[in-house]
């Protein structure tokens, strides 16, 4: 049979190979087989299909993490159509205006957000067809539950013609206009990268059991679903409580037996904390993925320490090219080492370069901007042509470069080395976050005159602060502040610290002066 160029093929070559291998494993053990997360899919593909849902259509996804959830994805893809996930745990407004914005046509939800969809829908359009998991909701009769699609013995139709680059989904990323942006990946960009883990990180064992730690609306998961699924492998569930638990995490890790691992740094950093305070060592997964924001030198080092027999990667690129660009870890680092690994060399079929303001090659050893090409690069900005068109450029030859906005140097062999960004944006847990979203959010607040966002980096990662001057006649609140945030914000984006000061200082231009803000978050107490 030819290899799999279509998502939704992955689930229908296990099931067929593996019927009874456990597909699912939740927190509480319970398992979901091939047979029965195939059935799941199949069942609301074929009600999707019956709604007129199919090639290039968008179905949001506002799940926790569960079997149903992952049953939802593979469902979605099996119509042929792309899936939208969401922050389950995010704000009405945001969430809401992203279905909008992605023009889905029907959803997956909670009850509580079925609810949201339909008090708060701003069009244009109608309203989404809503399949409410869980729970009957009696809000409007057009609702149906889960089961009731789950139970529904109609025929399944013919599947639609399966391209490789068709719409497989859309993740929404901060925009620093206060508007989400949705990057729009295709089968092919997915396989890009599913191909590059089988060459590089295989082989896999058939008794491979995959950690799915990232939300599905974060683009780690894409490995975690996928991979998994190729390998016909089990794929464990920690949902986000466990999963920011490092006493209990550690304690999951040993009992699910996972032998390959993925999430953000941030998270590893907390099993070794864990490891210290009760001198236990979680079980050493056979391979450690990590991506998302620079790894801290002495928290990798102590890692490497309770796993010293882990093959260990760390992974960069953006939401817009998932993996570009890879470095093992040495299985042994110096005690005297002090700053982190390399982002490493380009992933093939990627190209890479490091280019000046107008796109012209760097010297070697030279700052530069990264930019990306081939065909892993998304397809570009959900509605947005103008916004994609920003972010590339063509040189002579006509090959189509992505501006990851990334800062590196080029060692000479090829192995680039991070410095930063080149705008606002920044990484936290993973989450790529536009400082300018914040500050947007503040200005929703009717007392603030005026706000400023900056990050803050240490030994332990990243933190946001915040800087407010309010309106005359109008007091600061550290909680109120914060409850404002939270209503338009997802809780990553909220900032660690809020400070509020009589005037923010500026430049000789009037502007908001960052870099002394940054002298004053940086400066002691």
């Given amino acids: 049979m030819d290899e799999p160029r279509h998502l939704s093929q992955l689930l229908e070559r296990a099931a067929a190979r593996r019927p009874d291998h456990p597909a699912v494993e939740d927190e509480q053990g319970r398992i979901t087989t091939y047979a029965q997360l195939f059935r799941a899919a199949d069942r609301l593909a074929t009600r999707l299909s019956r709604w007129g849902v199919g090639r290039g259509d968008r179905v949001g996804l506002v799940l926790p993490k569960s079997p149903i959830a992952v049953s939802a994805l593979h469902g979605i893809l099996r119509a042929g159509a792309a899936y939208v996930p969401l922050d389950v745990s995010g704000p009405s407004s945001r969430g809401v205006g992203i279905l909008a914005d992605g023009g889905v046509k029907a959803a997956v939800v909670t009850p509580e957000w079925a609810e949201r969809i339909q008090r708060n829908w701003p069009g244009p359009g109608p309203c989404p067809r809503l399949i409410v998991a869980d729970e009957e909701s009696d809000l409007i009769a057009s609702e149906v539950t889960w089961d009731e699609v789950q139970d529904d013995t109609a025929p399944s139709p013919l599947a639609p013609p399966r391209l490789a680059g068709d719409l497989a989904y859309i993740l929404y990323t901060s925009g620093s206009t206060g508007q989400p942006k949705g990057v729009m990946l295709s089968h092919a960009n997915a396989f890009n990268f599913l191909d590059w883990c089988d060459q590089t990180l295989g082989p896999w064992n058939a008794s491979d059991r995959f950690s799915s730690h990232a939300p599905f609306h974060f683009d780690l998961s894409v490995f975690d679903l996928f991979q998994s699924c190729r390998q016909a492998s089990t794929l464990v569930l920690i949902g986000e409580a466990l999963g920011r638990d490092p006493v209990r995490l550690g304690e999951f890790l040993t009992r699910s ?269």
């Fill in 257 to 525: 037996r996972i032998s390959v691992w993925y999430s953000a740094p941030s998270i590893l950093a907390l099993l070794t904390q864990y490891s210290n305070r009760v001198e236990a060592v979680p079980s050493a997964p056979r391979l450690v993925l990590f991506a998302g924001e620079v790894f801290p030198i002495e928290p990798l080092r102590q890692l490497r320490r309770l796993w010293p027999h882990s093959a260990m990667w760390n992974l960069y690129g953006p939401t817009e090219t998932n993996v570009c660009t890879a470095f093992r870890i040495p299985d042994t680092i110096a005690d005297d080492r002090i700053a982190p690994f390399p982002i490493g060399s380009v992933c093939s079929p990627f190209r890479a370069r490091v280019v000046d303001d107008s796109g012209q090659d760097v010297a070697e050893g030279a700052l530069g901007e990264l930019v990306i090409a081939g065909p892993g690069v998304m397809r570009g900005y959900f509605g947005r042509a103008d916004l994609t068109a920003s972010v590339f450029f063509r040189d002579r030859d006509g090959a189509a470069w992505y501006r990851t906005g990334d800062l590196v140097v080029d060692d000479g062999f090829g192995c680039f080395h991070f410095h930063g960004r080149r705008d606002r944006m920044i990484k936290k847990r993973g989450y790529r976050i536009e400082l300018g979203e914040i500050e947007t959010v503040f200005y929703r607040h009717e007392g603030v005159d005026r706000a400023a966002v900056i990050a803050k980096h240490d030994d332990s990662g990243v933190s946001v602060a915040a800087f407010i001057a309010m309106k005359p006649g109008c007091k600061g609140s550290i909680i109120a502040m914060k409850q404002h945030c939270a209503r338009y914000l997802p809780a990553y984006m909220i900032p660690d610290t809020i400070t509020f000061l009589s005037d923010l200082p500026t430049t000789s231009t009037d502007k908001v002066d960052y870099q002394g803000l940054k002298r004053l978050a940086t400066s002691p107490a």
